[in-house]
């Protein structure tokens, strides 16, 4: 099999000209924007249902619609990169985001948001993938480690901040426009990239694989048959084509396994080849990246539901009740390049164990003082939590990419994004749901129904603290 090599458009050596400061701002504020919209919709769910009067299906498939889109679509986005440019696909997908960023926000039917939604998680997988790639192929060493630390804590944060500033958007209310400006405030903010992005140094594979058509679209058959039951299941009644997809999946995975390894044997570069995903980094790095990532999405969402429909915080204050968990992730991203440098692999599991701890005092809290919890009384959890978190995923995209080879970038990066984004909407999928469900007030009540929920994702923080020890050692 051909091994592609990255061609660069610039002669000085990588890592020296090649991203600048202004670059690498640029392609980490384009990595942000997906990933806050992901988030920045669990608080204005309520509203959008009171503006549009949407059914239960329809907010679901707000949601679900874009994950979908995303995750399916992340890693034909990345081999496009490779082949056709990478900053050409990141300014490709910025515009299509910020074009489709602005129809969500005028849409006046659920329909129509749902449309766009999808449309705005297509522009996003064309986007997203070219951040980690440019970064892979225009740094080295201690730079490069830092740039991926920068990513990861971009990542979280926006993944915090995205319903802290739905929250503030929502309570603003500007000019009577209610939920809208959550998806409008990225227009703005997408022409200021555009603008920028022509600092992003050009990279491609000298020598381009075509794209595996077969591979794609086993991939988007697969996580189709995933996702959708598990999204829209609960809310529809679970009808018997829900139960007829699900079955399905796990034969479509094995289908799809089968014919990457066929077309990797026959010297052809497969979607997701099984060369690359064996490296020990990317292996056990995805196998952690799943659960705890599953585990995230279901912690912002079931947080964002209690603090507004158990607590009535509202959006503002459900918010405000997530800001001090923002304030500890940022402070141990800032943290966390200092300690790797010393510690390794060890930050992820101490990480783990502080994001587990937190967890735990946040159950006492709710169980304790319901239905007087305040944003006060939570604090101290929140704190926790989010340092944890902070060290966890700043550290988790530098050790999983930390071995990958220049040539497999995209590749790399492209595996690593798919397994976050597509475990986030698992999360909310299967957690979100079992939280829905245990919370009605036949079954648990919205606060055993926390507690049970977060319960979960406490054991999977302590799995992941365990089981991260086995992670190569990115220094």
Not at 183 to 212: C, K, Q, Y
Not at 379 to 384: K, R
């Amino acid at each position: 099999m051909t091994t592609p090599t990255l061609r660069r458009t610039t002669s000085a050596p990588a890592g020296e000209a090649g991203l600048t400061t202004v670059g690498l701002i640029t392609i980490l504020l384009g990595a942000a924007l997906p990933i806050l919209d992901f988030f920045i919709v669990n608080v204005a769910l309520p509203t959008i249902d009171r503006t549009l009067n949407a059914s239960a299906t329809m907010l679901e498939l707000v949601v679900a619609g874009y994950g979908i889109a995303y995750g399916v679509l992340l890693v034909l986005g990345g081999r496009l990169g490779d082949t056709y440019g990478r900053k050409r696909l990141f300014k490709i997908g910025l515009t299509a985001f910020t074009i489709t960023s602005l129809a969500c926000g005028l849409a006046p039917t659920a329909g129509v948001l749902v449309g766009a939604r999808i449309a705005q998680g297509a522009a996003a997988a064309l986007m997203l993938p070219q951040v980690l790639s440019t970064i892979q192929a225009t740094t080295t060493g201690e730079r490069r480690s830092r740039a991926l630390g920068l990513y990861g804590a971009n990542a979280g944060m926006a993944m915090v901040l995205g319903q802290v500033l739905g929250g503030a958007l929502i309570a603003a209310d500007i000019a009577g426009s209610g939920w809208r400006p959550i998806f409008l405030v990225n227009v703005p903010v997408g022409l200021v990239g555009l603008v920028l992005a022509r600092r992003i140094p050009e990279t491609r594979s000298a020598n381009p694989a075509t794209l595996d058509f077969a591979g794609t679209a086993l991939l988007a058959v697969s996580l189709f048959a995933l996702l959708v039951p598990l999204t829209e299941g609960r809310a529809i009644g679970w009808p018997l084509w829900t139960w007829l997809l699900l079955a399905a999946s796990p034969v479509l995975f094995a289908a799809l396994a089968v014919v990457q390894r066929r077309v990797e044997r026959a010297g052809r570069t497969a979607l997701l080849p099984p060369s690359v995903l064996r490296m020990p980094s990317i292996k056990l790095g995805l196998l952690l990246s799943g659960p705890f990532f599953m585990g995230f999405g279901a912690y912002m969402f079931v947080a964002a539901v209690t603090f507004q429909d158990g607590l009535h915080y509202g959006p503002l204050g459900a918010g405000l009740a997530i800001a001090p968990m923002a304030v500890s992730f940022l402070i141990a991203s800032l943290m966390s390049s200092r300690l790797v440098s010393r510690h390794g692999r060890g930050v992820i599991t101490v990480g783990a164990a502080i994001q587990g701890s937190g967890v735990v005092i946040g159950i006492v809290t709710v169980l304790l003082a319901w239905p007087d919890v305040t944003a006060l009384t939570l604090a101290p959890a929140m704190v926790v939590t989010g340092f944890g978190q902070g060290l966890m995923v700043t550290t988790l995209f530098r050790v999983v990419l930390s071995r990958v080879p220049v040539e497999s970038a995209g590749v790399g990066s492209g595996s690593l994004v798919t397994v976050q984004q597509v475990s986030l909407a698992l999360g909310v999928a299967t957690l979100g749901s079992l939280f829905l469900w245990l919370s009605e007030p036949d079954v648990l009540g919205m606060r055993d129904a926390f507690a049970v929920v977060m319960a979960v994702q406490a054991v999977v923080a302590m799995m992941v603290s365990l089981f991260s020890r086995r992670l190569p050692d990115p220094r």
